[in-house]
């Protein structure tokens, strides 16, 4: 059974706009840091077990499939791993829902991580199925600026609602952090 990871602060939820919520089991620093690094750059896959254990008591009640945020093809084919499809298949078995890859990715976009929001590209995904009823929950890594999940969101008609990452960092102009009580899935 997956530990939880030492000295990692709870990451708490972030409101996105468009009615787009994000829950996150850990802050983006110390241990969770490293082990979404491990799992990204190391293909690491008890990093993923570890995280998907707290992430899954995330996942709403109404939840009815996890969708996993896809990354994009040329860092898939480069690290060898898409770190939001094996997060969303662990939580799909603990919280036994399906998970299903109804998103396509660009080709590339450049990185992310240690960019300003002015220097950061926007991230563009293609949905593969529709139409599209609600109980669609996003599943990610990490969030930080909330661009890639909205864009997510966007291509599967804006009905995806809620969103689960393993790590929350970052701030969002004017946002307002809440961290109200999770209602556990089933």
Known sequence: MPHRLPLARRGGE???GDGLVVRAAYAHEAAARRAVHDLKYRRNLAAADTLAAAMAALV????VVLVPVPRSVGRRIRYGIDPAAELARRVGRRVDLPVLALLRPGIWWPRHAGRSGTRRSTARFHALAGPFGPGIVLVDDVVT????????????SGLPTHGITATIGGTIRG?????PEVHHHR
């Open 145 to 156: 600026s909330g661009a890639t999940l909205r864009a997510a969101a966007l291509a599967l």
């Open 14 to 16: 972030r409101h996105l």
């Open 175 to 179: 946002e307002v952090d809440t961290s």
């Open 60 to 63: 709403p009640r109404d939840a």
